[in-house]
């Protein structure tokens, strides 16, 4: 089984601020990692995700995440929000192999980008 | 083009009564997902279908809880009779294909209130 843990329920910023929200996970077998991104009234949506390969992966809008397999942590980061940026982010992760679709969510970290 | 179409968006009943709500996967997508979000729990997977076949039915709570998918484009998840502790947001989620089904997209929910 796995378990996923986002450290910070809330993280308020200022625009154009940087902010990291953490992500921790346990598991006993190899796991592919995501954060999901739920904005107000909508559903989740993919953010970026770690398959295999690099440690560090890219989303389109700035988001930025890094697998650290010692520390089973998979933190997101961004070095300048916008108020666009306002939402709920899930850190995710799924087992290897044919249990894939389980995804295991985090209860979520809600990000607010103050002006 | 048009992402998971869910209905109702809001819903509002008396405990006792059926509720059934409705989704329309992305054309294409072979896997479907029934998940709840609640506060208490966070997101939980309810049920996952491949090719309209449920796969895995484990996380469905109890016998009051059913779901179908009659054909590729529609299913249902249905409650009866419905009790106040099943009010929660009701999403579907459907991907592509079975080997990728870790990345999934979401509908914009169900709110189900029930009194």
């Known amino acids: 089984a796995q378990s996923v843990t986002q450290l910070d329920s809330q993280v308020p910023v200022f625009e154009e601020a940087p902010v990291e929200l953490r992500c921790n996970y346990s598991?006993?077998?190899?796991?592919?990692l995501f954060w999901y991104v739920q904005y107000p009234n909508q559903g989740l949506q993919l953010l970026l995700k770690y398959l295999s390969g690099s440690t560090l992966v890219e989303s389109i809008n700035g988001f930025e995440a890094e697998f650290n397999k010692s520390q089973t942590s998979f933190h997101l980061r961004k070095p300048s929000v916008h108020i666009s940026d306002t939402a709920e982010y899930f850190c995710?992760?799924?087992?290897?192999?044919?249990?894939?679709?389980?995804?295991?969510f985090g209860k979520g970290t809600l990000l607010t980008v103050n002006p | 083009d048009a992402g998971v179409i869910q209905s109702p968006r809001h819903e509002v009943t008396e405990m006792g009564q059926e509720v059934t709500l409705r989704c329309k996967p992305i054309?294409?997508?072979?896997?479907l997902f029934w998940y709840r979000q609640t506060m208490m729990r966070g997101l939980e997977l309810l049920i996952y279908f491949n090719n309209n076949v449920p796969i895995d039915d484990s996380g469905m709570p109890e016998d009051r809880f059913s779901a179908k998918m009659p054909n590729a484009s529609f299913s249902t998840l249905k409650i009866q009779p419905s009790e106040p502790r099943d009010s929660a947001v009701y999403f579907c989620a459907s991907s592509l294909d079975r080997e990728r089904s870790y990345e999934q997209y979401f509908g914009p929910g169900t709110r189900l209130t029930v009194t």
């Open positions: 598991s006993s077998v190899s796991v592919y």
């Open positions: 054309s294409g997508h072979n896997s």
């Open positions: 995710a992760v799924s087992p290897y192999g044919g249990s894939n679709y389980k995804l295991t």
